[in-house]
Nanobody
Framework: QMQLVESGGGLVQAGGSLRLSCAAS????????MGWFRQAPGMDREFVAR???????YYGDSVKGRFTISTDNVANTVYLQMNSLEPEDTAVYYC????????????????????WGQGTQVTVSS
């Protein structure tokens, strides 16, 4: 089993920055594809970013150039640096782990991730 605990969410003005953290326990993040998703009220959960064990990164179109996913394998933690935040980024952000990827590049689909954190709220005011 793997436990994921997110932190770092909060209220920020448009144009500001936040860094989310996801502390993992039970398994090493280096043996998984780690992802970030978000869910706004009334919306489906949306892919934000993922990172492979070799450092390869992939981003959703709406966050490319603004968000950066990274890992600290010693601390067993995944980060999401969010810059130039917009009100449309307001959502609950979830960390997730894919322990058995279907492909080399991993997946952007919720169903392919088998471990999830409880989420952290990010609110961007205009």
């Amino acid at each position: 089993q793997m436990q994921l605990v997110e932190s770092g969410g909060g209220l920020v003005q448009a144009g500001g920055s936040l860094r989310l953290s996801c502390a993992a326990s039970g398994r090493r993040i280096s043996s998984h594809i780690m992802g970030w998703f978000r869910q706004a009220p009334g919306m489906d959960r949306e892919f934000v970013a993922r990172i492979r064990w070799n450092g390869g990164t992939y981003y959703g179109d709406s966050v490319k150039g603004r968000f950066t996913i990274s890992t600290d394998n010693v601390a067993n933690t995944v980060y999401l640096q969010m810059n130039s935040l917009e009100p449309e980024d307001t959502a609950v952000y979830y960390c997730a782990a894919d322990s058995n990827p279907r492909s080399y590049w991993g997946s952007k689909y919720v169903a392919d991730y088998d471990y999830w954190g409880q989420g952290t709220q990010v609110t961007v005011s205009s």
